[in-house]
């Protein structure tokens, strides 16, 4: 077994470890990407809601800093969705992952610029679709994860989505060491995604009193907002999600609980409001104690869970 771990998702991505970085909106720039695919993992980054040329310019600046593969994060609910994809297959990254939502309408278009598709799924029936339309791999996101969530745990989806589809399924919500990959590996995963591990990298340039906040956090510290309107979102709890709740239990529409999170997840991530930021992070933020480079973070996470398959 030992720490060079090949699997199908290694195969496909030309990687030398199965560990992938979350494509998280304002926090998965191109410093961190690039620090991730450095170390053999797979960085992405998160285009959230950003025009299309800053994309491009990302995936520029990330390709100064590394030769590896790396790939981007399309929310298809950005109304630059589409400037986006089209971003991406001009530019050949070697992958997109994709969340909220369908990617079908791009898939030719990436195939044929050989961008590999690797949408995120919180559902067997998603996973199906997923495949059926041509991705090649999906990831399957629990309900532990930081940001927009489904309702299924890691638990639960990996397992029921890895016997549904036989493309490579990657694990995502909830998984910070090497346990949770070694338990990612026997529920049927071929790789995992990290989101939160990697907010507090050395490497990410979030605001430290973010990175602070996560690394403070305990176990039940995080809070799940938007269950009402069907767009939750998971964050550390603050007095953003306390005054967020109250309006939300008052019965407040979607449009007035948005005024309440606009730019807040960039007030958190680049100016360190944490007082009326959204402070996205998973449950696994409880068990994330120190900063390390990405280098660290996942050769540790390899040794760890190289011993642990290998008993």
């Not at 998160?46 to 990330?62: L, T």
């Not at 089209?86 to 030719?108: D, H, I, L």
């Not at 709890?237 to 005054?243: A, D, F, G, S």
């Not at 239990?249 to 730019?263: I, P, V």
């Amino acid at each position: 077994m030992g720490m060079d771990r090949k699997t199908r998702i290694t195969e496909l991505l030309g990687i030398k470890y199965p560990v992938i970085q979350g494509g998280m909106a304002w926090v998965a720039e191109y410093h961190l990407a690039a620090a991730v695919s450095e170390a053999g993992g797979f960085g992405i980054i998160g285009a959230g809601g950003a025009p299309a040329e800053f994309v491009r310019e990302q995936i520029r600046k990330c390709r100064e800093l590394t030769q590896k593969p790396f790939g981007v994060n399309v929310m298809l609910m950005n109304p630059e969705a589409e400037a986006i994809a089209q971003v991406a297959a001009e530019e050949k990254v070697c992958a997109v992952t994709t969340g909220a939502g369908n990617p079908g309408r791009y898939m030719a278009m990436w195939k044929e610029a050989g961008v590999k598709v690797i949408p995120v799924v919180a559902s067997v029936a998603m996973a199906k679709l997923m495949e059926r339309g041509g991705a090649d791999a999906v990831v399957a996101e629990g309900t532990e994860s930081g940001g927009h969530i489904g309702s299924a745990t890691t638990f639960t989806l990996v397992p029921q989505v890895a016997d549904a589809v036989t493309i490579p399924v990657i694990a995502a919500g909830g998984i910070g060491d090497g346990r949770g990959m070694a338990a990612a590996f026997m529920l049927g995963a071929d790789a995992v995604q990290l989101g939160t591990r990697f907010v507090v990298a050395k490497e990410s340039v979030v605001h430290e009193n973010y990175k602070k906040k996560i690394l403070a956090a305990k176990d039940i510290d995080s809070q799940v907002t938007g269950m009402s309107h069907g767009h939750p979102v998971r964050q550390l709890r603050n007095h953003m999600t306390r005054e967020y709740l109250k309006l939300e239990k008052s019965g407040a529409s979607f449009e007035e609980l948005e005024q309440l999170t606009l730019g807040a997840l960039r007030k958190a991530v680049v100016e360190g409001d944490v007082v009326n930021g959204t402070l996205m992070a998973g449950q696994i933020a409880g068990l994330i104690k120190k900063e390390q480079t990405c280098e660290d973070i996942i050769l540790a996470m390899m040794e760890e869970c190289g011993k642990l398959l290998e008993n």
